[in-house]
């Protein structure tokens, strides 16, 4: 049971909580999972009233998470069922108001099958809310009561209770799951019944909400991603709607991540109901039903299916076998859903393959024919493989601007070959600084415009050699602009490439640097001479004294 004042378990046969010490009276051992709480004291008694409105009538019992009471409202002056929540389930000030909002949505339910809410709050840090009070029996009861008899529901027993609550869970779901579905909030009615607590599991945090669970040992309804932190969504409710069937048939749950086998413990039930239990409790929720109404149909054709002669094993296999180990829970997203969805087909492409892992190419190679016997052409960066020719001498290759085709053989070919290396030289640097004697050495040794023209400017037009003689000194003949072109018919002479020299730096250089630097020198000392020559001149006419003076005073 569960100590209402700290929340702490107590076993069955003590009388009082060994954590707090609180008394509590009449505690029986081997009572049902309802009636085991029933002997907990009640925060209140019959005669309170709670949040100045509710008069207690009755203690109708505890449960996992609180306690029931049958109280009227003065108020409306109608009776209704007042549950008050533990107060160590929700302690933060966020965790009340996400209870609230939670209990706010049940309060949209107006079908049949559900339990009307009627309000929800707060008093003395206890949170509570109001429901409809029906006199009815609760489904755990009547379990208990088939199995004190040793008897238990039939697949055709069970067919109409999973319609009334795949009816009820179906309209339930358009606001969000009910996420305490259990035999304890299923209360049955002699004309039909009604679900109640929706939303309760959402209000509460979630380690604490399964921890009471476990200690009213009805944890075997609770799914596994809300008791591991996965994401929500309604299929938690199909795990605990099939759950609830299984335990309808065979009287078994699962326990501790283990699945019972139905057709272990009844061999006489239809085989199509085993594989419909065991999607339903799959730990992964895309294995599930989508909804309520996809399970009870599925149900109901796995009653109307014939079943084979040969599935139905002999008097001798009744006994239980061991139960199959829960499969490990796939992590739920809703990418994974579009996954399952749209499956794969045959005639979609493959996926890119990364360019990281594309195979690396070597140099490209071109093959150029060459004439038999001529000489091999010059190497160059691209990789050229010899292609003797026997019946043409030369190939033409077709001009990409439409114009005539131009013969290839082996010399022009070489000839191309070497003009391209020639280009691809690098020019001198024109932007080395020259002095005059560097200037005139450089002129002096220049050859003549015809035997040694100036190179092909880059970047920045280069100098050009001098012109000729003329009766008076001219000056240095500037280089000539980039578009001019040598007259038709002859072609451009090239030069060997310009050198780069530098000027060497004579000593008179350093002499000047020498006499400069002491030149800074004297000139700071003088400065800093007469500073202190004017600041001493200040001090002395301020005290009184007259400049140049010994200490005679005016």
Sequence with gaps: MLCYRCGSHVPDANDSCGTCGLKLTGAAAGAGPRRRGATVEAPYKPGDVFAKRY????????????HVFRALDQEMDVEVALKIINPRLVQMPEERTQFSLSLRAGK?????????????????????????????????????QRSAQGQRFTPKEVEPLLAQLAEALDSAHKYGPHSDLKPENIIVLPDMLKVTDYGLALGIPRLPFVQAQKVGRVACYVAPEYAEGGELDTRMDLYSLGV?????????????????????????LPPGLEALYRRTTNANPLARPKTAGEFLAEFTAALARPRAASSKPSAGAQTPAPSRPRPKPVPFSLTAELATAFPPRSDMLPPPVPTSELPSLGAPTIQVPVVQGGPPPESSKATLLEVPTWNSPTLEIPNASGGPTEPLSAESISQRLAAKAKEEQTPPDATQPLDSATLAAIMGSAKPAVSAPAPKPRFAPAPAPVAAPAPAPAPVARAEPRSSMPPPGKAAPRSAPMPVLKAPRSSSSNVRLVLLALAGLALGAAGGYGLLKMRQASSQSSSGLVPGSKGVKR
């Design 55 to 66: 008069a207690i009538r009755e203690v109708i019992g505890p449960g996992p998470v609180g």
């Design 108 to 144: 949209k339910l107006t079908h049949p099958h559900h339990v009307r809410v009627y309000e929800e709050g707060e008093d003395r840090n206890r949170p509570f809310f109001t429901t409809q009070l029906l006199e009815g029996m609760t489904l755990r009861r009547m379990i208990e």
């Design 244 to 268: 609830i069937v299984g335990e309808l048939l065979t009287g078994q749950t699962p326990e501790e991540g283990q699945v019972p086998e139905l057709l272990a413990y009844d061999p006489d």
